[in-house]
């Protein structure tokens, strides 16, 4: 909470002063909004703004982008179809990513050459989240459509911080993990 009595958004709980813990979905927190719940959390009137859980799933999704850009300056993110391809054949892959504009056709393929590599049971985890827009910006390069996120220490938090997005946002046509819609993603 601020000096002036409003909420403040503090997923990463460094900030100073006493926190209300509000389960990390955009449905529980524009029902806590609802119900005054920080109110209560706080023993005293607060202000919880209506954009509170977009700003919320700003920080969550700044965060996630913070992350993959960091996994591709660790070498730990390959990008466009062909190299996303080779990849996958490597067995180094933790997530495929693919923009929420990217063409079904695009994914089914990678999907099949996925499959076809996990004839042991495996799965990789599949991230749309971010416009090709976003993940242009993000990785400082143009047109980034497919990218596979490797298997390492910066890929791992990258692949976390996708998946708290995920479950914040919810079930989705584009916050799949795991293939499925919504569904989170193993490690």
Sequence with gaps: MAPDNTVVVD???TLPGRGVWVTATRQMVEEAIKKRV???G??????AEEGLADQVEKVL???ALSALSISRKAGELITGFSKTEGALRTGR????LHATDASEDGIKKLAAIAASMNSNGGT?????L???????????RDNVIHAALLAGQAGRNCLNQAQK???YRGPSDHSGLAGTKGAVAQD
């Design 11 to 13: 997923v990463k709980g």
């Design 38 to 40: 920080f109110a209560r």
């Design 42 to 47: 706080f023993k005293e009137q607060v202000k």
């Design 61 to 63: 999704e700044q965060k």
């Design 93 to 96: 892959v933790l997530a495929l």
């Design 124 to 128: 990789h985890a599949v991230l749309r």
């Design 130 to 140: 971010f416009t090709s827009a976003q993940m242009d910006l993000a990785l400082g």
């Design 165 to 167: 997005l995920a479950r």
